[in-house]
Structures are given as C-alpha cells and as structure tokens.
C-alpha cells in the first residue's frame, strides 16, 4: 500500500492548509491553473450541505443536542463534550476554509470571466449578476450559521491571508450586515438570463428558484431578529413573503449521487462505515408514537423484527438492538441534503401573523400548510396529514401551549433532516421543552465554544470576543436569543 505523507501548512489562525508530498511530485507544469469560478462555488455548495446536515460527531453534534438521536457505544457527545474531538473546530474550519473561501475567490474568478460565449454585453452583464448574486446568497447563508453557532466571529477581516490574526465582529453588527448584503443580491438577480448553469448543484442555474431561496433566507433572517429587533424583523418578513418558496419543489437542496464522494452523509455514516453508533431518542419517538404520526416510520425503525418503535435515553450509552435505529430512507444515498424548506417557510409566517406581521392567512393556515409540507416531503400524503391535523392535541387552536410552543414544536418535528437549524429554532423559540440529559456535563449548549486554535494562535482577539459576548462558555446566548 502506498504511504502518503501529509505535512500542514498554517494558511489562517482559523484556517489549516494541508498537502501531500504527491501534490507536488504529480504537478504538470504545462497544466492549466485556473478553476473555473462556478466549479468553485460547486465545492462549496456540496461542502456547506455536509457540514450543516452530516451525522458525524466529530462534527455536528447537533442531533443530540436537539434530542433526535441518542448514542450507543460512545455517549460523549451527547453529555455535551466538545473539546475531546475538537467538534468545534471541525465545525468552524470547512465553513471558512471550504465554503467561504471557495465562495469568496469564486466571485473573483466570476467577475475577471470575459463569458466570450455571450455576445451581447448587456446579457453578459446580466449572467455575471445572477452569478454574483447566487454566491453573495450563499455567503449570507453559511455566516448566519456561523453566527449562530458561536456569535461574534472573524468577519470584516476574515479571508485575508495577509491577517492571520483577524478581530472578532458582534454578532448582531454582522447580522445586520447580511441584511444588507442580501438585499443587495436579491436586487440583482434577473431570471430572464442564465445564471451558475449546470455547475449549480441546488437549481441547475435556474435563476428565479434563486430569487425564491434569496427571500426566504431573508425571512428566516427576519423572523430570528424577532426577539431583538421587532422593526426591522418585520419589515423583512414582509417584504420577502410574497417571493418565498410555495410549495416543496422550491426547497434549497442538494440531490446527492450514489458515487463517492457525492452520497448523502447520512449514508455514509448509517450504512458504509458499518457501525452502529446512532438510535432514536424517545424525546422525539415518544412522541411520533402517542401523536400516530405518519413520519414515524421514514424517521425511524421498529425495534429487532417486532412492529414496536421505542427511542433510547439521550445522553446515555443504549444498546443498538433494544432500540429504533435512523430510518431506512435515511440510508439511502441519494437522499437530498437541506438548507432551507417550503415547511420551514410556512411556520415561519404562521409565527408572523402571530406577531402581527402582515403576510396574509391565518397562523392556523401556515401551521397546517408547513406541517402537510413537512410530512409530504417525507413521503406521507395529504390525506395523512389532514388525518394527524384533525386530532385536538395536534390541531392549531386546541394544542397546548402558546404560539411559540405550538409552532415550535412542530418545527423540531419538521427540521429532523437538518439538525444546524433545530438547534437554532430550538434556542430562539424555547419549544419544545427539552431536559439536559443527567449525565451531561454541562446545560444544553445555546453555543459552540471557539476553536482551541483561536485561543490559543489568536490570543488578544480570541479574549476581546470571548469578554465582549459573556464567556466562551456553552451557556452563553446569542444576540437574538434574548427570551
């Protein structure tokens, strides 16, 4: 077997660069050198999907945090222990060192394309835009996790390889950035022209899709500033609704293959590593079982050979074979990965009109529409959903609880595919009432501590961020979670 070597390079504080002795020893110097811009933000499209949605622990712990999953053999993850496997950095570094970085010399690459195959410099003109504006979008999207996961963050000085040690930016200044910044990009967009092409992973370079994906980002940006800042967030949630998704053929996805290195992280991890690391938590099947919800089958397995669906303790050590593993639609490969979806939209406006946001309907209305949208996506049908609306504790007016709750709870439900979002919707709406597991170590995390490389390579600025937001501590909020 051949022995590769590798040998890291410190690119950035936040940033590893790593190669291997063949990187060099196999270079063609007659080889062209320029990648192209699109196949860039292509990377960064399918990097973004993994980080946000992969199993892995060493990486995303956050199925446990929102008690979808519980573990078997090893239950350190979810007792809250980040440190050990440096799950914080390996969060961190593909975010800035494979979306953004790719993102941000993409436009480079982008904006310096002459596009001799477009003639007409006005249509030019209009492609490099649309461009632009779908990499600006995707920016906004991976900074707001960024945020959301640890708060202030190396922003404005970010993505310099000139500043290896870059400032820490507020949270809220950055959001307010985002903002900004998304408007801008929305205002860009014209589908009359082309756009990423087939390079596009999410659309398949259809430009008005993009237009739909742009306005609701902007509105789960505005409804998660809610809390802090009522103005503005219902500016924003007005103005985008009218544009957002429809239906769940508008959903932010990545359709994955059934070759490496392109298949769903979910199978990878559930089937072709051959472990067994992962159950269901009876937070949730508890649940799925006394609601009959139709979801309960694709979410999880019955136990053994029996008919009987039963989720293991979070937080402790459970045997594989005495409880429902991941579901079988989550082994397949080509499941599609999320970042944002029509049923998230919808509870997002149910949760407007709450608020008194004018966005049209009743919140009853959005409710019904996000859960139906929800268990649709998962295979279910309309006539299941009508069937699991229809009973007292799970129909809008007659379900316990305030808005918050009720909505809440159902978009823990909803958001089972994409755990970096529950996470979020469950700090921002305190829904459902989730219980620290008793072996934990610490509270359930609100955030992510920053990566060790930053205290300790980045020391000044790493403790002006860590004072500035309260601690670097997992019980520290973020800015907007402020209830």
């Known amino acids: 077997m051949k022995r590769i070597l590798l040998f890291c390079i410190p690119a950035l504080v936040f940033v590893t660069s790593c190669k291997s ?10 080889a062209a050198t320029t990648v192209p811009g699109v196949s860039l933000v292509s990377n960064a499209q399918r990097v ?18 929102v008690q979808y999953w519980a573990a078997t053999t090893y239950p350190d993850e979810s007792q809250f222990v980040i440190e050990t496997r440096s799950i914080n950095r390996f969060f961190w570094d593909p975010l800035y060192r494979d979306v953004l970085s790719d993102l941000n010399e993409g436009k480079k690459v982008i904006t310096a394309d002459p596009l001799t195959t477009i003639s007409d410099p006005v249509t030019k003109e209009k492609v490099r835009n649309n461009q632009l504006a779908a ?3 995707l920016e906004v999207y991976t900074w707001s996790v960024l945020v959301n996961t640890f708060g202030d963050i190396p922003y404005t000085e970010a993505l310099d390889p000139e500043n290896v040690l870059p400032v820490f930016d507020d949270d809220a200044a950055i959001y307010n950035d985002l903002v900004v910044r998304l408007d801008k990009a929305i205002g860009m967009f014209d589908p009359t022209a082309a756009g990423l092409g087939t390079g596009d992973l999410y659309y398949n370079g259809n430009v008005a899709s993009w237009v739909k994906f742009a306005n609701s980002l902007k509105l789960r940006l505005g409804i998660t500033l809610a809390d802090v800042d009522a103005a503005k967030a219902k500016t924003m949630v007005e103005a985008a609704a009218p544009k957002a998704f429809t239906s769940n053929a508008d959903n932010a996805k990545l359709t994955y293959l059934t070759a490496l290195p392109n298949r769903n992280q979910l199978y990878e991890s559930l089937v072709q590593s051959g472990r067994t690391d992962f159950v269901g938590a009876s937070t949730l099947i508890d649940q799925l079982v006394v609601t009959n919800d139709p979801r309960l089958n694709e979410y999880f397995k019955p136990v053994g050979t029996t008919s009987t669906y039963k989720g293991g303790a979070a937080g402790s050590p459970n045997s594989y074979d005495n409880y429902s593993a991941p579901g079988a639609m989550l082994e ?8 944002l979806t029509y ?4 509870f997002i406006l149910a949760e407007a009109v709450e608020r008194g946001f004018a966005v049209g309907g009743t919140a009853m209305e959005h409710y019904n529409k996000g859960v139906t949208a929800s268990i649709m996506e998962w295979g279910g049908t309309e006539a299941e959903a009508t069937t699991y609306l ?8 007659t379900a316990s609880g305030t808005y918050k709750q009720k909505i809440g709870n159902q978009k823990w439900i909803a958001l089972y595919g994409q755990p970096t979002q529950a996470w979020t919707e469950w700090r921002r709406l305190d829904a459902p009432n989730l219980v620290k597991p008793a072996a934990a170590i610490s509270a359930i995390p609100l955030r992510l501590p920053y990566p060790t490389t930053e205290a300790n390579l980045n020391v000044t600025n790493y403790k002006a961020a860590a004072a500035a ?3 670097d501590v997992v019980t520290t909020k973020i800015f907007w979670d402020k209830l």
């Open 390 to 397: 229809a009973q007292s504790t799970m129909a809008y007016i």
């Open 135 to 137: 990499v600006e979008v």
């Open 21 to 30: 002795l063949d990187d060099y020893d196999n270079v063609n110097p007659k």
């Open 469 to 471: 937001i309260g601690g």
């Open 332 to 339: 397949s490969p080509t499941l599609p990965g999320m970042l």
């Open 48 to 65: 973004l999907v993994n980080t946000i949605n992969t199993p892995d622990y060493n990486i995303n712990p956050f199925r446990f945090y």
């Open 343 to 346: 049923s998230e939209v919808e």
